[in-house]
């Protein structure tokens, strides 16, 4: 049998507890049955690790980190990485651990490590290496009132209830900065709403407090600051532009004073402002090449905050530039906005859609979904015109529906199956038929197959763009059907191929699965007058 990271924690006798399924590990073991031992090894950790909790003993104290690197430094650790191998009472080297934290061998060893500790016992200094200020014990039990998809987490110990509380508080947060920029009336209080919302995401985004969690919450910060750094000075500028006009003080922040006032604005700082402001908030809508913060936020922060950040997070922040295009076409020396943001959408478009080939995690991958669905909403705006702004919100919409639901099953696979590597999911329609088959729709939905919402509005959009600006609607076409090709061949594997991994039920509810979708393939089919109405007179408010 191959050996595994988990085993160094489950088969060496000394001062680590047993697990309390040791004889089954030990039966399997012995057996051969490599399925059914990687299985109960993962089952046993937390209540292993719970019990020295409770008997007070170091994870990693002198003995066991010894006894870890024994068998000369697990034949070198990845077959090639020549390190000494500690003594005991010796802490280990920097390098030494840089260098084994890159080893396939011990990615899950440490990803154990990192979860449950490194807690010392009382009197000791905690030895190691880690990015981490804080590692947090398996826990008892589960709190009754945690949604399903958090709740595996507390199982697991990724989460304690501490943690589980903090989240729940930022998630309202969350929410109410959301709906804050949406309601707004002064331009500079949605900032502060947007930039809340920055601050709270990423908080979330590393609640997991791993190593790639917590890269993926600084990048996110820093990039982040940079882009509502960069709209505020767009916001300062519109108020500059607007101030000779409606005069000093709140009337020159508030949006029903500028867009009456817009066409007597200077047009030199209202152009500025508006490169600024679509630089800084199109950060946060994910646009290429101002990207590079959403994969990662996306896989490494828990399932609902990647659904809410692609479904909800990316449009607000769209709105937000919306309304600053607004005032450039009620300025007529202003330059147009359409063809700023025709550009920055098709290249989103093209990029993220050769970004999909390469992609290895399921959730990093959708990520560039996002990035592309983005694109061509942007796109759409940029053209303009009655069609293609009825089509862009109905693509809003659409996506925002659907990339929900893929997160969220995308999400119960990865807890199902114990990774979010796209090698190790295969034959999802048997192992589990219900997550098969929704990544199946979920992923005929979002690359625009019809039936389906999305079709509908990649429709209109392709056929306005024909319409408005020909030589625009091949590359854009050209940019669809590439990801359709990566997204359709990922698909095959994970859900057709042979089946590996965990054949454990799903616990996670089903129901937001299946009601985001349900209205994806209703939208393709049949769209109430009262919705095309309200679409189509916003569409003719952003002309």
């Known amino acids: 049998m191959r050996r595994s990271s988990e085993r160094i924690l489950t088969t060496h006798p000394g001062r680590l507890p047993d697990p309390d399924n040791q004889p089954a590990i030990m039966t399997a073991r012995a057996s051969g049955d490599q399925p059914a031992f990687d299985e109960l090894v993962r089952a046993g950790i937390p209540g292993m690790v719970r019990r020295q909790k409770e008997i007070g003993i170091d994870v990693m104290s002198d003995g066991e980190f010894w006894k870890a690197r024994d068998q000369k430094y697990f034949d070198s650790r990845a077959r090639g990485i020549e390190t000494r191998p500690v003594k005991p009472g010796e802490p280990p080297t920097v390098p030494s651990l840089q260098r084994e934290r890159r080893s396939p061998e011990f990615k899950a060893f440490w990803e154990i490590y990192e979860r449950v500790g490194n807690t010392p016992m009382p009197g000791q200094e905690a030895r190691g290496f880690s990015l981490i200020p804080d590692r947090s014990a398996i826990t008892a039990p589960l709190a009754p009132q945690a949604p399903d998809a958090i709740a595996h987490e507390i199982e697991t110990g990724r989460l304690t209830p501490t943690h589980l509380r903090f989240y729940h508080a930022m998630y309202q947060f969350l929410l109410f900065s959301m709906n804050l920029a949406l309601v707004a009336n002064n331009i500079g209080l949605m900032w502060v709403a947007i930039e809340l919302a920055t601050l709270t995401t990423v908080l979330m985004v590393g609640i997991y407090r791993t190593p790639e969690s917590i890269e993926a919450a600084w990048k996110y910060f820093i990039l982040g600051s940079v882009g509502v750094a960069l709209a505020l000075f767009g916001t300062i500028l519109v108020y500059m532009a607007a101030r000779p006009v409606v005069g000093e ?38 646009l290429a090449p101002l990207h590079a913060w959403l994969p990662d936020a996306h896989a490494e922060g828990p399932t609902p905050i990647s659904a809410v950040l692609s479904g909800l997070l990316l449009n607000v922040a769209l709105y937000a530039v919306l309304r600053f295009k607004l005032l450039l076409d009620a300025n007529a020396r202003a330059i147009a906005p359409g063809p700023l943001m025709v550009t920055l959408g098709l290249v989103s478009v093209v990029f993220a859609a050769f970004m999909l080939y390469g992609r290895r995690d399921v959730k990093r991958m959708f990520a560039y979904s996002s990035i592309e669905h983005m694109g061509v909403i942007v796109f759409a705006f940029g053209v303009g015109g009655p069609l293609a702004n009825f089509a862009a919100l109905l693509h809003m919409a659409m996506h925002s529906l659907t990339k929900s639901a893929i997160f969220y099953t995308v999400g119960q696979i990865a807890q199902v199956k114990g990774t979010q590597q796209m090698a190790d999911i295969r034959g999802l329609t048997v192992t589990h038929p219900l997550l098969g088959w929704s990544l199946v729709f979920g992923v005929f939905a979002i690359v625009g197959l019809p039936p389906m919402g999305v079709f509908m509005s990649e429709f209109l959009i392709v056929s306005s763009t024909f319409e408005r600006a020909p030589w625009l609607a091949l590359p854009l076409a050209f940019g669809l059907l590439i990801a359709l090709g990566a997204l359709i061949l990922r698909l095959q594997g994970m859900a057709f191929g042979a089946p590996t991994g965990s054949t454990e039920p799903a616990k996670a509810s089903a129901a937001p699965i299946i009601a985001h979708f349900a209205l994806v393939l209703m939208a393709g089919v049949y769209l109430p007058s009262p919705l095309v109405t309200w679409f189509q007179h916003v569409a003719g408010m952003l002309r």
């Open 249 to 286: 003080g709140v009337q020159g922040m508030l949006w029903t004073t500028l867009i009456d006032h817009a066409p007597a604005f200077e047009p030199q700082l209202l152009n500025l402002a508006f490169v600024l402001l679509l630089l800084g908030y199109g950060t946060k809508v994910g």
